[in-house]
């Protein structure tokens, strides 16, 4: 191995415009989206006590008392970084409103009657566990749109946002405060980071567009503002202008972050804005600036894609959910503007029309738990809202028309390739897009793509050190010039989570736009566990299933604990534009849904498989021919 160093060294140092030495990365996992009892809708679905400092406590690994249960819980393995990203609409309102801390000068608008009924409209909302009912009267009463041909027809001007009760910025502020105290005294640079966010809750005809805003910066820039929310405008370029203002007066740093893309009724990645305008290129450089990552998988479902999209994808249809949040008003239809690989291709057309690409965006996962309670483990999981976090109060989230807990998944992490555990380091990896998603599982995942590579680099303990002078990470692009027009090659690593399952192979996904546009894709198999092969159609069989449909358990005794390769495109035009990212998957195992189906002592859970396969998206690799 020492020779082989040494030949690497002295290759480095005849290609000395290569030799960039980078100080040494290390995987961080944590959640960008999680609510504590300052959300309306928490609080209203009986997270009465789950507040900031608790989501932080637990967070860390330490033992906290469950909102709704009252039992002690714990998180397995503590995450290195979070952010309490509660509603920006009627923050801390709910709260205060039942603990009568409520700020006297928030109702100045409404008489004492008035008052005193919206009161008893919350109170008895909590006291009736009809929380959820009540929560859905503030969404917007629009009819469902259904054809997206003519977005300008179809768009409703009433766009009102949740604050249904007056100016509540008094009780906003203080609850605004409390969160940003809670994140200053958990920040332990080093050991685990705290971030400032917060949710702005767009949700026009139904369609949910939420973006989490996360800022690196602490308090004395973050009480310089209130968070923005729906309740001041349901576009998101309105909240980009925001953005861009409250930066220029403060000095504040964000980015934005879209969520939960699969049921934004073919809005999220649109070919036109909200406002049914075409996208041009001062919308698409202003949307990748201020969004480059997005959140492919969280308890709402995976964002992925689905097999109406990618038939050919015998992995595609990973925790669908099939329902908007206005249960019972509409059916759900999969729209390719929903998901993330379609909207990956769409990007390249997109920029081969306008010169720039919106949606050329790094993968990040995160849970969207209301629990105050960051749980995406399978055999500890909390639930979405505090009163689903029991096997027999799953049902309670909704009826036959729409979903509940049986539904919900227990996904996701976001994971970045960072110098250090801080603030400034992982808000860096979010900018460059170094950064991946994971369904849950602490797999640690690495891609480096670039024209050349030493022959043994993917075995070298050194490997992401040699990979990064040769070549691009995660969220990079490929350096093109007249020289190069052989294919790319890509070095690819993944290690198990060191508690979680072994896992079942890595595989390269590719889409391209050809040179009369049409948008394509493929998975390719590269590297797999045990001594499988492919069969005449190039199809790979199935690693196995281990789990005891008894007792819920699963082995090892079958996938691999790390898997690594080279590649290179067989299937490279150096005149087509393209994208690559890597998904692992982990062998089979038992989904929580079914977990409490056992523990209720049911032949089957009432939805959802039994076992699944846990996964990880890497951020892309871009190429654009020049």
């Not at 105290?181 to 949710?199: I, M």
């Not at 039994?610 to 996964?615: H, P, S, Y």
């Amino acid at each position: 191995m020492r020779n082989f160093l040494n030949i690497i060294a002295i290759s480095l140092t005849l290609k000395s415009a290569m030799v960039i030495s980078e100080p040494e990365k290390k995987a961080f996992f944590g959640d960008t989206h999680l609510h504590s009892s300052y959300s309306f809708d928490a609080f209203l679905n009986n997270n009465h006590s789950a507040d900031p400092d608790t989501a932080y406590r637990f967070a860390k690994g330490q033992p906290v008392i469950h909102p709704f249960n009252r039992t002690r819980v714990q998180i397995n393995t503590p995450l290195d970084f979070l952010v309490v990203s509660d509603h920006a609409e009627m923050l801390g309102v709910m709260r205060a409103v039942r603990e009568d801390k409520f700020i006297e000068t928030d109702l100045g608008l409404l008489g004492n009657v008035e008052r005193w009924y919206a009161f008893r409209l919350i109170n008895d909302a909590i006291d009736n566990n009809t929380g959820l009912a009540f929560f859905r009267r503030f969404l917007p009463q629009s009819p469902v749109i259904k054809n997206h041909s003519d977005p300008v027809k179809n768009r409703s001007n009433d766009l009102s946002g949740l604050n249904a009760f007056g100016d509540m910025r008094p009780t906003s502020e203080a609850a605004w405060d409390d969160i940003v105290e809670s994140a200053e005294r958990h920040n332990d640079p080093g050991k685990f980071t705290s971030f400032l966010g917060w949710e702005w809750s767009s949700i026009p005809l139904g369609a949910n567009l939420h973006r989490i805003v996360i800022t690196p910066d602490g308090a004395e820039k973050g009480k310089q503002f209130l968070p923005y929310g729906s309740d001041q405008s349901q576009y998101p370029e309105d909240l980009w202008e925001w953005l861009d203002q409250t930066s220029e007066r403060t000095g504040a740093r964000f980015i934005a972050i879209p969520h939960n893309s699969n049921i934004s009724k073919g809005y999220m990645f649109d070919d036109t804005s909200l406002r049914g305008e075409p996208i041009n290129a001062d919308y698409a450089r202003r949307r990748i600036k201020w969004e480059p990552v997005v959140e492919v998988t969280q308890i709402k479902g995976d964002s992925e894609t689905r097999s109406d999209f990618s038939p050919e994808d015998e992995f595609a249809d990973f925790e669908n959910y099939d329902h908007y949040i206005q249960v019972g008003r509409s059916n759900y239809v999969a729209s390719s503007a929903d998901y993330i690989r379609p909207a990956l291709k769409k990007g390249i057309a997109i920029q081969q029309s306008v010169g720039v690409n919106p949606y050329k965006f790094g993968l990040i996962g995160s849970t969207d738990a209301h629990t105050g309670l960051s749980t995406s483990e399978e055999n500890n999981f909390w639930g979405k809202m505090a009163a689903d976090s029991t096997p027999e109060t799953k049902q309670r989230l909704g009826n036959s028309l729409g979903a509940n807990g049986w539904n919900m998944s227990a996904s996701g992490l976001a994971a970045v390739w960072a110098e250090d555990n801080t603030r400034e380091a992982i808000f860096a990896a979010f900018k460059r897009k170094e950064t991946y998603a994971t369904s849950g599982p602490r797999i640690r995942l690495q891609i480096f793509g670039g024209w050349e590579f030493p022959d043994k680099a993917v075995s070298s303990p050194h490997f992401a050190e040699i990979a990064s002078q040769y070549g691009v990470p995660m969220g990079g692009d490929l350096a093109v010039t007249d020289d190069i027009q052989k294919a790319p090659v890509f070095l690819m690593w993944a290690v198990k989570d060191p508690v979680e399952a072994n896992l079942d192979r890595l595989q390269i996904v590719k889409g391209w736009v050809a040179i009369d546009g049409i948008q394509h894709e493929k998975i390719y198999d590269v590297v797999w566990s045990g001594d499988r092969v492919l069969d005449k159609y190039g199809k790979l069989p199935s690693v196995g299933n281990t789990v005891d449909l008894v007792s819920g358990r699963y082995t090892n005794s079958i996938g691999a604990a790390e898997l690594s390769a080279k590649w290179t495109d067989p299937d490279f035009n150096p005149q087509q534009p393209a994208f690559y990212y890597v998904r692992v998957l982990q062998i089979p195992t038992p989904r929580n849904g079914f977990l409490d189906g056992l523990a209720l002592q049911l032949a089957k859970p009432p939805r959802g498989p039994k076992t699944i396969q846990e996964r990880a998206y890497s951020s892309p690799i871009w190429y654009q021919p020049d």
